[in-house]
């Protein structure tokens, strides 16, 4: 049955990673395909989608507080609520108990058929939440892209991993990759149509393998970096344990590669590592960052840090404390443990008191925060190319942006350079972002 949504209006919120991001874009772009447009607001629309993230409890409190705060939108009827991600894939039926206000839940293994799902006459709630080992193709031509100058592209979903805290395989099933002449592809049709950056995205993109040849990730690298037109190529996530030499080595003789690399620790200390099922030890982690530096002196590396995983002692933290000011990170999120359904560690002990989570995150980013304010002074007086991703807040002649190594900068410019590569002067700092100035309002060569 082909979908037919003319004259319907909808409104997706967003909640998560890069990879909701490019979600909500392809259904978005599927649902205009079938005839419907996009609203400006939930009150404005027929069709609300709720697109859920579940890593942490945190996460996962806010998507039912905004599910409650759109109840009143149905007492006018005619307006359908979906809840999309890994809320809806773990908590399944659960969620139409708890949030009676919804009419259907789709697991990310459905999205290619949301249009048609909605276009067939329903009589009570839906529930799609099958695991499917296809791939399903999703192209630019059904995107809708939020921005015109750099472009997610998905090459692989779920996670083989099983971290011990991680909900993601249970949200998003097993690996299964993109082929990758399918990836080419999307690449190629971006680079036609004026996109500056592409970032390829998956839960773990080292382990990528292409179905048909088997080829690995520093191969699709190699393949995507030869495409003309794309000028900054990203990828994200990274997992140290399937970080290989061979990507290390692509990473340095490809200068369109971005010399920037999240790589997440989540500790360091190899003994929490370890009942945290992550694969390697702490001196896995340094070796595998001294190869990156070896190679790439100016390499910008950022990281995600989990404090109180159970079981994590003083000594332990102390650990984690001494890695970030051995590799000088350009940026850190951190995190403070929280357990998640399903997990391995859900079934141990959460020992690690409120208070002390707390004291860690808050040493944890104190530390942090010193070291980027004294790598960002340090870079006051030096000029960066940057993709300018749109108006700052403030607005009145600012914009932001991101230099290579993914560091946001905030700019005035005499012109709009949204989407744009410019040359942009660093005057000033704080520790999370540089402040400067166009060269002249110029774009980049
Ligand atoms: N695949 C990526 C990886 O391997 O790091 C990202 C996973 S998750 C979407 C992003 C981050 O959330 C993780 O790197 C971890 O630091 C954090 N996280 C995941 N589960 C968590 C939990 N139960 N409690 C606190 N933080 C968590
Ligand atoms: Fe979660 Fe670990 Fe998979 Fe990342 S690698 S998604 S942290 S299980």
């Not at 000028?231 to 692509?250: M, Y």
């Not at 995600?304 to 890695?323: K, Q, S």
Request: with cysteine.
């Amino acid at each position: 049955m082909s979908a037919n949504l003319k004259g319907l209006r909808f409104f997706i919120k967003t909640f998560g990673c890069q990879m909701n991001e490019n979600d909500s874009e392809h259904v978005a772009g599927l649902l205009v395909e079938a005839g419907a447009s996009k609203a400006l607001s939930a009150e404005e629309s027929d069709i609300i989608l709720v697109n859920t993230c579940a890593v942490r409890k945190k996460s996962e409190e806010k998507i039912y507080s905004f599910l409650g705060r759109l109840s009143p939108l149905k007492k006018d009827g005619g307006k359908v609520i979906g809840v999309l991600g890994c809320v809806a894939q773990i908590r399944r039926e659960e969620l139409f108990k708890k949030r009676p206000e919804i009419d259907f839940i789709v697991g990310p293994d459905h999205y290619h058929e949301l249009a048609s799902l909605l276009s067939r006459k329903r009589e009570g709630k839906l529930l799609k939440t099958s695991w499917n080992r296809a791939w399903h193709e999703i192209g630019s031509a059904q995107t809708l892209r939020e921005s015109r100058g750099s472009a997610y592209v998905p090459i692989m979903e779920g996670c083989n991993n099983f971290c011990a805290y991680c909900v993601v395989p249970f949200g998003r099933g097993r690996e299964k990759c993109r082929p990758m002449d399918s990836v080419r592809e999307e690449v190629l049709d971006l680079a036609a149509n004026g996109y500056g950056e592409i970032q390829l995205l998956g839960q773990n993109v080292n382990s990528y393998r292409d179905p048909g040849t088997g080829e690995d990730f520093a191969g699709l690298l190699r393949v995507v970096s030869r495409i003309e037109g794309i000028e900054w190529i990203r990828f994200i996530t990274s997992h140290p344990k399937d970080l290989s030499p061979a990507i290390a080595r692509t990473m340095s003789d490809r200068p369109n590669i971005c010399r920037h690399l999240h790589l997440p620790l989540q500790s360091g200390s190899t003994a929490v590592l370890a009942r945290m099922n992550r694969g390697y030890t702490r001196e896995e982690y340094l070796e595998k960052v001294g190869l990156l530096k070896g190679l790439m002196p100016d390499i910008a590396l950022s990281t995600d840090i989990i404090v109180g995983f159970p079981g994590e002692t003083d000594a332990d933290f102390e650990e984690t404390l001494d890695i970030l000011k051995k590799i000088e990170f350009v940026n850190m999120f951190s995190f403070r443990y929280s357990p998640r359904p399903q997990t391995a560690a859900a079934g141990i002990e959460d020992d690690i008191p409120l208070e002390v989570k707390r004291k860690r995150l808050i040493v944890l980013q104190d530390a942090q925060k010193e070291i980027q304010l004294a790598r960002n002074r340090a870079l006051i007086g030096k000029t960066f190319k940057v993709l300018c991703l749109g108006e700052s807040k403030k607005g009145g002649g600012r914009y932001s942006g991101r230099n290579e190594g993914f560091q946001v900068v905030n700019f005035s410019s005499p012109r709009n350079v949204r989407d744009r590569f410019v040359d942009v002067l660093i005057t000033g700092c704080g520790p999370y972002s540089l402040h400067g100035e166009t060269l002249n309002g110029k774009t980049a060569a």
